[in-house]
Nanobody
Framework: QVQLVESGGGLVQPGGSLRLSCAAS????????MGWYRQAPGKQRELVAT???????NYAASVKGRFTVSRDFAKNTVYLQMNSLKPEDTAVYFC????????????WGQGTQVTVSS
């Protein structure tokens, strides 16, 4: 079993900042990468930022320069620092972890709501 516990979502005004955290626990001996996705109402889930073990960061064009993904490898935790937030960043943000287990297996957190509104 793999557990992903997310925290840090909430309501923020445009231009504000939030920091999301996601801690992985359970059968996670072979993490290949961790990252964040989001899903806005009526839209498909989309990549926000990922950080594989190689360290090659990957960002959606819409968040590049505003969001920063990082990991604490010792704590199996991934963070998403979100600055200069815009109303269009409003979505449910999902943590994702990819394990090397008979190939690659992907696991998802329960999601945390981020609302950017004045």
């Amino acid at each position: 079993q793999v557990q992903l516990v997310e925290s840090g979502g909430g309501l923020v005004q445009p231009g504000g900042s939030l920091r999301l955290s996601c801690a992985a626990s359970g059968s996670i001996s072979s993490i290949a990468g961790m990252g964040w996705y989001r899903q806005a109402p009526g839209k498909q889930r989309e990549l926000v930022a990922t950080m594989p073990n190689s360290g090659n960061l990957n960002y959606a064009a819409s968040v590049k320069g505003r969001f920063t993904v990082s990991r604490d490898f010792a704590k199996n935790t991934v963070y998403l620092q979100m600055n200069s937030l815009k109303p269009e960043d409003t979505a449910v943000y999902f943590c994702n972890v990819v394990l090397v287990r008979n190939g690659f297996q992907s696991y998802w957190g329960q999601g945390t709501q981020v609302t950017v509104s004045s």
